[in-house]
């Protein structure tokens, strides 16, 4: 194998550089220095041979009786010494030597040579990287300028990180050779190659580590719902589960606190807040103010998605959170513009369900409330969840009687897709919105309350205090975690 041969399969082999774009480059850096030497490259042809071995460029030439340009025309004589064939107005090709080239051209060649390698290496890394913006990398600081850092990734200095001030999380120092994790979050192209922009305060840096370090949210048993950080300080964070045996809460905390410890370390002592994702807002909302402990959460506005969390005064402070903190990721979390009030606070104003219920439907009744006599899908009712309203039709049940027929026999909950306290809270709207009237005009009670007696009964849910797990007034210990229990009636 040839010199040439070797160097071109090196370029494919150890570079990764495919075949065509090293001949694409070779045949550039010839046709540069052709056109540096004869001031053009238009008849210049570049000529491999099969196995690479060697490389060759022609000058292509018009056969004339008379020449008028020697740059691309040749004289039918001197054509004839290399071919006894040809005829004016044929073309010859004419092999050329490149070292007969001037120093400028061949210097101009190779600087062609060289960026076009340069972008070939920009280009293969791009489309290498392009599709792992989100991922996580590792590498070490190589220096810092400006406040800025720039990463060490380990591929010979082919690709550099860059971690930018405004992207390092506040508490979090660093010196040079010190290991890093971090997200990229873009890819960006320079003069000088391609770089990474790294983030140590987007939130995708702690749900990939959580993935790393928690089983069962890499298996998907246990779902990331959201996440929002304050970088160095706090991060919130809302699972579920599709699972009822898993507590999605306590396979991310883990035993003592186990794996979210590592995570914690990961992040140099950041604080982490795990909680329960609930598609109910007011749930939702109460669960996100952890670790206060919220007494009661009150929807102000929906469609402005504006509440109001009512606390104990011990708890006010906590639930504000340091300079705000807490309540500010808690909305971020849920969406919603949440107010917090202590219970005296409170005192004076009518925030009872049913008032701020039906203030919130007020807004969208005309006088003569005759809307209502028009609703008869899921999909029409005020409040309704569209997933949940979607999810009931793609299965057959779009309209209300059919919702109400089906509600008795348990079948709605074989759903896949639908919680219990999902398909409650629309009877709940049905009861509360539409009325039911016979081929008279007479109202009548809705299909499901025609069994017995009113089930006011059983909307009140009783739930284990260790462990959280729904129990009824017949148990004497907790099916889940056996904890022993009785139940004492409150005297009226």
């Known amino acids: 194998m040839s010199e040439m041969a070797e160097a071109i399969r090196a370029l494919i082999d150890e570079k990764g550089y495919s075949e065509a774009s090293v001949k694409q480059i070779i045949e550039n850096a010839l046709k540069a220095a052709y056109k540096r030497t004869y001031g053009t490259s238009d008849n210049a042809i570049v000529k491999f041979a099969d196995d690479m071995s060697d490389v060759s460029i022609y000058s292509r030439k018009t056969v004339v009786d008379g020449v008028y340009d020697p740059v691309t025309e040749i004289e039918l004589e001197e054509a004839k010494q290399l071919s006894d064939e040809v005829e004016v107005g044929d073309e010859i090709d004419i092999l050329e030597d490149p070292k007969s080239f001037a120093r400028s051209a061949v210097s101009t060649g190779k600087q062609t040579a060289h960026q076009g390698l340069n972008e070939t290496v920009k280009d ?22 400006n406040g800025n850092l720039f990463v060490d990734l380990g591929n010979g200095g082919r690709l550099e990180g860059f971690l930018p001030a405004k992207y390092q999380s506040p508490r979090e120092t660093y010196e040079q050779n010190d290991r890093i994790k971090a997200v990229i979050v873009e890819i960006k192209k320079t003069n000088t190659g391609l770089q990474l922009v790294l983030s140590r305060s987007d939130p995708r840096l702690v749900e990939i580590t959580m993935e790393l370090e928690i089983p069962e949210i890499a298996d998907g048993t246990v779902k990331i719902e959201k996440c929002v950080r304050d970088a160095g300080y706090r991060t919130k964070m809302a699972v579920s589960t599709t699972r009822e045996d898993v507590d999605p809460v306590g396979a991310c905390v883990g035993t003592k606190g186990a794996r979210i410890q590592t995570v914690i370390r990961e992040l140099l002592g950041e604080k982490i807040d795990v909680l329960r994702y609930d598609p109910n807002p007011a749930e939702f909302i109460k669960n996100a103010l952890s670790p206060a402990q919220v007494d009661r959460v009150v929807i102000l506005d929906e469609a402005k998605r504006q509440a109001l969390a009512i606390v104990e005064e011990s708890q006010f402070s906590l639930a504000i959170g340091k300079q705000g903190q807490n309540v500010r990721l808690a909305n971020r979390l849920c969406d919603w513009s949440i107010d917090v009030k202590t219970q005296e606070q409170c005192e004076g104003m009518d925030l009872s369900e049913k008032a701020t219920t039906q203030a919130a439907l007020n807004l969208f009744k005309n006088d003569d409330s005759e809307q209502d006599e028009d609703i008869t899908t899921i999909a029409e009712l005020s409040g309704v969840d ?24 348990g079948s709605l909950e074989k759903i896949e897709g639908l919680k219990k306290e999902e398909i409650d809270a629309v009877y709940n709207l049905i009861k509360e919105n539409v009325e039911f009237v016979d081929e008279d005009g007479k109202e009548v009670a809705p299909v499901a309350q025609e069994k017995t007696e009113p089930e006011h009964q059983e909307e009140e849910k009783y739930y284990c205090p260790e462990c959280g797990a729904e129990i009824t007034l017949d148990m004497d210990h907790c099916p889940k975690c056996g904890i022993e229990f009785e139940f004492t009636e409150d005297e009226e």
């Open 386 to 409: 569209e997933r949940v309203a979607d999810i009931l039709k793609a299965n057959g049940i779009e309209d209300i009687v059919q919702f109400m027929e089906t509600y008795d026999n």
């Open 124 to 145: 293969s890394l791009y489309n290498q990287y392009k599709d792992k913006v989100g991922e996580l990398i590792n590498g070490y600081i190589q220096r810092e300028k």
